[in-house]
């Protein structure tokens, strides 16, 4: 919230005075009433700008302003996808949760995952739920198994790659927006279940111009760096 200063008159019961916003306007208030009222036009308003605000490093993803609603899914319900050799399962967007989270479940072969890239517009997390996953976040190497959470800051380059069989694990970004970079790599999954041959990887020019929309740099290829 931008700051405010607040000044009241002496010995008035109720209250009157001014208050004046960061563009040095004064709004006059009479009673505690009317202090309500002008402290919560100003909430107001920083929350239209929040809104509005255009995010770091490219394409708006995020403008929804429509209260959320519960949202209930089976384990197999969800927008479900072929990403990256991976099936991805959306169970939060940003139209479902007023731009504050995404939520995508994967179930990941051996090997696949991420090229090595940084987030500017969202923090990213992980919880491992079977399986084992290594991160690379920040020079850090992280083994992960099931049971185990993992967080990235955006600005903070990391990758990750599957180390067992298979794995499933939730993939959450905050504020949302992440998920519509995944649709336009995506392919709608034609059944449960991870693709059953390869498909081929994404031409990567493209990919980093893509990202490039979403706010995320692709800083390096797959793989865990040495």
Not at 55 to 64: A, D, E, I, L
Not at 106 to 132: C, I, K, M, Q
């Amino acid at each position: 919230m931008s700051t405010l200063l607040l000044h009241v008159e002496r010995d008035t019961d109720p209250p009157t005075g001014w208050v004046r916003d960061a563009d040095g306007i004064q709004h006059g208030f009479a009673g505690w009433l009317g202090l309500m009222r002008v402290l919560e036009d100003h909430t107001r308003s920083d929350r239209e700008d929040a809104a509005h605000a255009k995010p770091k490093g490219g394409r708006m993803t995020t403008t929804p302003t429509t209260p959320t609603a519960p949202i209930a899914l089976q384990p197999d319900e969800g927008e479900a996808l072929w990403f990256l050799g991976v099936l991805a399962t959306i169970k939060a967007t940003a139209e479902s949760t007023n731009g504050r989270v995404a939520v995508i479940e994967h179930l990941a072969p051996r090997g696949s995952g991420s090229p090595l890239h940084v987030h500017h517009n969202e923090d990213e997390w992980f919880y491992v739920t079977e399986g084992e996953l290594t991160f690379w976040v920040g020079g850090r190497t992280i083994v992960a198994g099931a049971g185990s959470f993992v967080y990235g800051p955006r600005d903070i380059p990391h990758t990750f790659a599957v180390s067992s069989d298979q794995a499933r694990f939730l993939l959450v970004t905050e504020p949302a927006g992440f998920e519509n970079f995944m649709r336009a790599l995506a392919v709608p999954a034609e059944r449960p279940g991870i693709p059953l041959a390869p498909t081929a990887p994404p031409d990567m020019e493209e990919m980093q111009r893509l990202a490039a929309e979403y706010g995320i740099e692709i800083l390096g290829p797959p793989g865990i760096p040495a």
